[in-house]
């Protein structure tokens, strides 16, 4: 199995991977350009160009440098992940305020007392980076757990409170704030000029840009996109969202306080003013507009309201006749504007017009090693028992006491009518939810409490019945998701890009199970693209792609032509064969009865009948339950 596939007309088939799939792309126009030419050649003429801009410029360019690298982790954060801050002004805060403290306050110059004064802003920059982590992981532990407006109330609430220590706090200079901040010396060599200082803020941009690009192009990548809107799928998938979505919180705090401690640099004074809430809302503002979901997004945001901040407060005051921060009015109206025509933001816009003519940037990846083997359960073992369980949503009994067990290398079938209680079920013993009261042993062991992601560790894996794919993104990636814990590689090793084995290993197996399941020719679209009885499919090839013991599947048939259904009756067939435990809820009859070894029959929450297929047809309870309710029971009627 190789992990070649062709990305569009030009390319050459060997090893090509694309990342991010040209949807409906005209490829006559294209040139041999990527992307990253484009960035290449744009950071080339900006470089040449940057000791002959005016003053005016660079300062400009600094600021929007600074901006965008806050605006990065709000990207990160808040359009890739889903979270909302309005904090990430006081972020900035802390890492300009400690690099301010330690390299002009006497204590500090005690506590450093054995460094040189050139190594202080570089002991400030460790400082705001420590306190950014702390105070980040502490907020994010407390209020990320909780679901709703938690986390941005407590971000304002942090903004608002920080704004008013910075202004308070003595050793902090209070409202004057700290002056005489020194210049950053790197290697005997003085950062002073802003010409000079604007080359590392940029090329801290760059990296910060590359990494993140890196990052969300990998397997940790996936399950942060899974944050937003996918969290339950991850879970099952044995991601741990929660920690994903502290990390990225923590990340997000990270950069900004990076762009504080630049920034104290460059002004060579810090006061509160600039950390306030009011802009920690244009932060927002910048990520929003610019394309909340991409990474470019927030250099375009943070170029486009600083240039129109700029134009604004020239104009506004003149207009007007008064003076006034009125520009914050014109941004509110803006964002509006910009998010009721382009919900993405404005980079999509701009990233359509490039596409026209630019072919994607190839993705190489060394040839594909396997992935680890889970040893599967010997055949006839139990591998999934539920004893007694219960489960009431308030005074309705959604499951009653309901006992069953599958084995390794059967087929058991969940059948009943609407609301019997199957997906409740299948959420009692894949670890969505609790059980009120009884028992789910896997593989042996009591999981009562434990959450989705150690069923799926212990080798069971799952489909929904609302199908729960990442839309946008294709196939291939949403099937990738299923892999997570057989691979390993964690965030830093994915940004520095010390992942492409394993990537190439997870992505392999994913295609070989893409290809397994019959969709080999949609594995490059986007999953949103596809028919809905396609969409289950993908999802049981998400679920192949952790190498399951256990596999259960909610409605798997539902929306699939005659011939498709047949390729899953053989799959499934195949998988059994292979020593898979199967347990499937199902409504088409014809294809119960001819794949499934035992029936059990659920009505009103209660299990009315178990048996072979012909036992269960030949059942009265059943009959009555089925002639009496809204489905038939096709072939056993
Ligand atoms: P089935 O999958 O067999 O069609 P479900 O398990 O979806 O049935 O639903 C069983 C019963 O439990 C239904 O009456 C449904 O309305 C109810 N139910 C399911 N989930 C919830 C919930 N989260 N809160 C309240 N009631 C629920
Ligand atoms: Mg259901």
């Excluded at 600094?62 to 605006?71: C, D, S, T």
């Excluded at 901040?181 to 060599?189: D, E, M, S, T």
């Excluded at 937003?228 to 929660?242: F, H, I, L, N």
């Excluded at 013993?429 to 009591?446: F, H, N, Y």
């Amino acid at each position: 199995m190789s992990t070649s596939h062709t990305v569009s007309d030009a390319v050459p088939a060997a090893k090509k991977v694309e990342g991010a799939p040209a949807v409906a792309a005209a490829p006559a126009a294209r040139s041999g350009l990527t992307a990253r030419h484009l960035v290449l050649a744009a950071v080339a003429l900006l470089l040449a160009a940057w000791g002959f801009l005016p003053e005016f410029s660079v300062t400009l360019l600094n600021y929007i440098g600074l901006y965008a690298l806050v605006a990065l982790g709000l990207v990160m954060l808040t359009g890739v992940g889903g979270m909302t801050s309005f904090g990430q002004a006081a972020f900035v805060g802390v890492g300009a305020y400690a690099t301010a403290w330690a390299s002009t306050s006497p204590d500090a110059a005690a506590l450093f007392g054995a460094l040189p004064p050139a190594l202080l802003p570089w002991a400030g920059l460790v400082l705001g980076l420590v306190l950014t982590f702390a105070v980040a992981w502490f907020l994010g532990s407390i209020t990320l757990k909780l679901s709703g407006h938690y986390l941005p109330l407590c971000t304002i609430a942090w903004g608002l409170s920080l704004y008013f220590l910075f202004g308070n706090l003595e050793f902090l200079g209070g409202h004057t704030g700290l002056a005489g901040v020194p210049p950053l010396v790197v290697a005997g060599f003085s950062l002073a000029s802003p010409r000079v200082l604007g080359l590392l803020i940029w090329a801290v941009v760059l990296l910060g840009l590359w990494a993140l690009h890196n990052l969300l192009d990998s397997r940790e990548g996936r399950a942060i996109r899974s944050l937003k809107g996918g969290r339950v799928m991850a879970e099952s998938m044995g991601v741990d969202t929660g920690r994903q979505r502290i990390k990225l919180f923590v990340l997000a705090a990270l950069l900004a306080a990076v762009s504080g401690w630049l920034y104290a640099h460059l002004q060579r004074f810090v006061n509160p003013t600039p950390f306030s809430l009011h802009i920690g809302v244009e932060y927002l503002f910048m990520a929003v507009v610019g394309g909340a979901g991409h990474l470019w997004g927030a250099v375009l945001g943070a170029a486009l309201i600083t240039l129109l901040k700029e134009q604004l407060q020239d104009w506004l005051p003149r207009l007007l006749g008064s003076s006034g921060n009125f520009e914050v009015i014109v941004f509110g109206l803006l964002m509006l504007f910009v998010l009721q025509r382009f919900a993405d933001g404005l980079w999509p816009q701009f990233a359509g017009w490039t596409r026209r003519w630019l072919r994607p940037t190839p993705v190489k990846l060394p040839a594909a090693a396997p992935l680890p083997q889970r040893a599967l359960p010997q055949r006839g073992q139990v591998v999934l028992e539920a004893s007694e369980v219960t489960k009431r949503f308030g005074g309705l009994v959604a499951n009653n006491a309901v006992n069953l067990h599958v084995k390794a290398g059967e087929i058991l079938a969940l059948i009943g009518p609407n609301g019997a209680g199957k997906s409740t079920f299948f959420n009692m013993i894949s670890g969505v939810d609790d059980p009120t009261s009884g028992e789910v042993r896997l593989m042996g062991q009591a999981m009562k409490g434990k959450p989705s992601r150690a069923f799926a560790a212990l080798g069971l894996s799952r489909s929904f019945q609302h199908v729960r794919l990442l839309g946008q993104r294709t196939v291939l990636e949403n099937v990738a998701v299923g892999a997570h814990l057989r691979a390993s590689r964690g965030w830093i090793a994915s940004m520095l890009r010390l992942d492409r084995a394993e990537e190439a290993a997870v992505l392999a197996e994913a295609r070989r199970q893409i290809e397994r399941c019959g969709l080999g020719a949609h594995a490059d679209t986007p999953a949103a693209s596809l028919a809905l009885g396609q969409q289950r499919i993908v999802e049981i090839a998400r679920a192949l792609a952790s190498q399951p013991a256990v596999l259960l599947l909610d409605e798997p048939a539902a929306g699939l032509r005659h011939l498709e259904k047949q390729a899953l009756a053989k799959l499934l067939d195949q998988l059994r064969a292979e020593g898979l435990g199967i347990l499937v809820v199902e409504h088409d009859m014809e294809f119960v009865m001819n794949l499934a070894d035992r029936i059990t029959v659920l009505e009103f929450g209660t299990v009315i009948a178990e048996g072979t297929p012909a036992e269960v047809q030949g059942n009265q309870r059943v009959l009555d339950a089925y002639l009496g309710g809204s489905d038939d029971l096709g072939v056993a009627a």
